[in-house]
């Protein structure tokens, strides 16, 4: 998958950074941070002073902080140890909470939108992408089998995380399908078994049966994407207060 592993890469970061607003010398939170690449995107390309992430995996923070430290950002990163529902920073410390493909590993979605408003100062962003369910909805065998392969405890709908982020008091601004994961998934399919095959294949362990499993569950997925019945979603939410950076009265 590279390092950035959400869907789309490098061109959903940018899209996300520009639909945010993100800009040069603001400070932001990336929850559920895996090992950083969205941070690391963040001090590169849009020139952000400083983040901190947030991720529960200590294994995936440790790599995040030596690659962290390989680029040189090592003091404009720092990486929390905690739940993303509860990370214990203090109230209103960051321009805007970001995340990239990576609330759907979070049971109580309601609690991590909360944190996520609690640590935006007034005037700032919650901007965010993720999968969802899209407006075809999946049957009962189809949800089972795509939430036991992903490993995903709950899955949002579209329209439930607009509805959240309202709920906590921010403005939506956008909530949509990135239309981005058709393209993706055909990319994934395709590696996983031709250029990657072999990579795959020691990542499992040589294991015949097992890379079988993985191909027949990727397509599974893959025909749940192509339905809509599973898309990535572009989320930008601002809370109501003082002026963003570089904003005009």
């Known amino acids: 998958m590279g390092e950035q592993i959400h869907v789309g890469g490098l061109e959903s970061s940018m899209a996300l950074a520009d639909a945010a607003g993100i800009s040069p010398g603001s400070r932001g939170v990336d929850l559920c941070c895996c090992t950083g690449a969205g941070m690391r995107f963040l001090l590169r ?22 690659r962290s430290n390989d680029d040189g950002c090592s003091a404009q990163i720092q990486f929390i140890l905690a739940d993303a529902c509860q990370t214990r920073l203090d109230d209103a410390c960051a321009d805007f909470v970001w ?15 909360c944190e996520a408003v609690r640590l935006v100062r007034p005037g700032g962003t919650v901007a965010f992408t993720d999968w969802v369910a899209g407006d075809v909805p999946m049957n009962d065998a189809e949800a089972e089998r795509f939430l036991r392969f992903m490993k995903f405890p709950t899955f949002a709908a579209r329209a439930e995380y607009a509805q959240l982020l309202e709920n906590a008091g921010l403005r939506v601004e956008r909530a949509e399908d990135t239309g981005r994961f058709p393209a993706c998934i055909e990319l994934y399919v395709s590696a996983a078994s031709g250029q990657f095959g072999f990579d795959v294949s020691r990542l499992l362990g040589f294991d015949s049966a097992l890379v079988n499993a993985l191909g027949q569950e990727m397509r599974h997925m893959q025909a749940l994407v192509h339905a809509r019945k ?4 572009m989320y930008i939410a601002r809370k109501p207060g003082a002026l963003r950076r570089g904003e005009q009265p």
């Open 45 to 66: 390309f849009r020139g952000v002073a400083h983040m901190t992430g947030v991720d529960a995996t200590a294994e995936v923070l440790d790599i995040g902080r030596q």
């Open 230 to 233: 599973v898309v990535q979603a």
């Open 99 to 113: 995340g990239e493909d990576a609330w759907c590993y979070v049971a109580d979605k309601p609690r991590l939108i």
